[in-house]
């Protein structure tokens, strides 16, 4: 979950920064988004565990340089919805600084579109720290992943398909739970601002 705790903060300050500030702010910020979003986070850490020594911690680090840019896009979206408002307005009337503003009043109202992205983006983590073990970029044997264990199976299909099959399966059951949860948090979250 390193991808994570590592983009969300990069992307939420990112984008609450461009999304408050507007301007040539703005158009930076979203620009350096808009370019690094061209890059697939899987291809980036192939590319990056093949040059560096293979291991998941590389592969990790290369998937957060570009993840944060999806969070910056989603937070970036709700603070320039949430600039306009009457409160924000009234801070800056009651002359709150710019950080105040940023962070006590803008933060709290994105946490729970935050909270639902890094739901959603868990299974995507298990399942890139899972194929580039599969590939022999993650976690060296004899460590255990699923990638590993389903890399080990796969020679033994014919004769013990369990062996791949199940880590396949437990792979298969937490990406979908991950998803599951994140968009069951997602139609809580919507269902309480809904009025009536």
Known sequence: MAPIG???PIG???GMTAGYFGGWVEIVIMRITDITLAIPPLVMALAVAAVLSPGLVNAMLAVAVLWWTWHARLVYSVTRQLRTQEFIEAAETLGASKLHIIFREILPNCVSAIAVKTSLDAGFVILIGAS???LGLGIQPPAPSWGNMISGGRDLLVVAPWVALVPGL????TVLATSLLGDAWRDRLAGERSPG
């Open 6 to 8: 590592t983009a969300v």
């Open 12 to 14: 939420a300050i990112l």
């Open 132 to 134: 580039l073990s599969f």
């Open 170 to 173: 437990a792979l298969v059951i």
